[in-house]
C-alpha cells in the first residue's frame, strides 16, 4: 500500500459522524457565500493552526522569525490555552497544525500538546528544522500520536542548504530524519509520515532530482516541492527560480514581476481554518505574519463566540468584495507546493 495512502487513511480515521456533518455546514455555507457574494457562515473550522513559538533557531531570509522583524512579541504558547481551545473544538475539528512562526520543537511542552490533541482524535501535523530531532525527542514524537511530520530540507549540500537554512547544519537534519524513522520502525508505528519540505529558490533548485534520491535512500515518505514567498518580489529577487514551474512570480515585459496567480474575491481559508497565535491572538491565515489583522482574542473570549463575532463577518465580506484591498492578500498563492 502506497504511504500515501496510509497518510489518507490516518486523516480518515478521525472523521465522526459530526465532524463530517460540520464539513458539510462550512462547504455549503463557503459556496453559498460565492454565490451570492455574502458572508455567510455556518460549523466550525475543519482546520485550524496553533503557533507553539515565534522562537527560531535559525534566520532564514524571507521569514519574520528567522530575520527577528516581528512587530508582535516572541514567546511560548500557554498549555492552559491551547487545552481549553482543544476541548471545546475537539467533537468538531479535523486537522491540527502545530506550526505558524519559529521552531515548534523550542516549546519545551510540545509533544505533551501534540499527545494531549492526538488522544482527542485530532489528526495532527507540524513543520520542523530537524535540529532537535534528537534520539530522545525522535522517541517522544512517534510516540506523541503526530500524524504528519514535515522536515524543511532545502539543500542536498551542506553550502546549498545555510544559503537559505542560515545558522543550519544539513548533518542535524538528517540525523533527526534517521531518529524518526528508526523509531517508527522500533514502535512497529505507521506515524508519524514523514514529508521532506524543499522550499525551492535560485541556489538550490539544480538539487531536486537529488533531494528526491536522499529521501528515497533514507526512507522518507514524501517529498513536497515548495514555492517560496518573497516580500518585496517587484522588482525581481536573487531567491526566484530561473524555472518557472517552480516560483509564484511571472516577469512582466518591462523586467518587473507579478504574482501568477489571478486574486479572486473568494477564499476557502476564511471559511475552513485560521490561526491562533502563542499568545491566543486570531488572525485569517499564514500570509497575516505580524498578526495584524485581528479577530479576536482566546484570552478574553471562547473560540465559538469568536468565530461567529461581526470583525470576522465583516473581514469575510471584505474579501468576497475586494480581496485585493487586503495587504495580506495582495502575495498569497492558492496552489503553494509543487508535488512530485
Known sequence: MSVHWKDGFELLSKLTPRKAWNSALVMGSYHLSRLTRKAIHAGLPISISFEPTTSCNLRCPECPSGLRSFTRPTGMLADSLFQKTIDELKDTLLYLTFYFQGEPYLHPQFLEMVQYASSRNIYTAT????????????????????????????????ETYQSYRIGGKLHKVLE??????????????????????????????????????????????EVALKTAQIYDYEQGSPLIPANEKYTRYTKNPDGTYRIKNK??????????????????????????KDAHHRLGDLKTSNFKRLWKNETYAHFRQLLLGARSNIDICRNCTEGTKVWG
Not at 491566543?280 to 499564514?286: A, F, K
Open 176 to 221: 533527526g530524519t534517521r531518529n524518526i524513522i528508526r523509531w517508527k520502525k522500533e514502535l512497529n508505528s505507521p506515524t508519524p509520515h514523514i514529508i521532506f519540505q524543499f522550499l525551492v529558490v535560485k541556489p538550490n533548485e539544480h538539487q531536486i532530482t537529488e533531494v528526491h534520491q536522499l529521501a528515497t535512500e533514507l526512507g522518507v515518505d
Open 263 to 288: 486574486l479572486l474575491n473568494h477564499c476557502w481559508k476564511m471559511w475552513h481554518s485560521c490561526v491562533i497565535t502563542w499568545d491566543g491572538m486570531v488572525v485569517p491565515c499564514c500570509f497575516d
Open 127 to 158: 513543520s520542523t528544522n530537524a535540529h532537535y530531532l534528537t534520539d530522545a525527542n525522535a522517541r517522544k514524537t512517534v510516540e506523541s500520536g503526530l500524524s504528519r511530520l514535515t522536515i524543511s530540507i532545502d539543500g542536498t549540500t551542506q
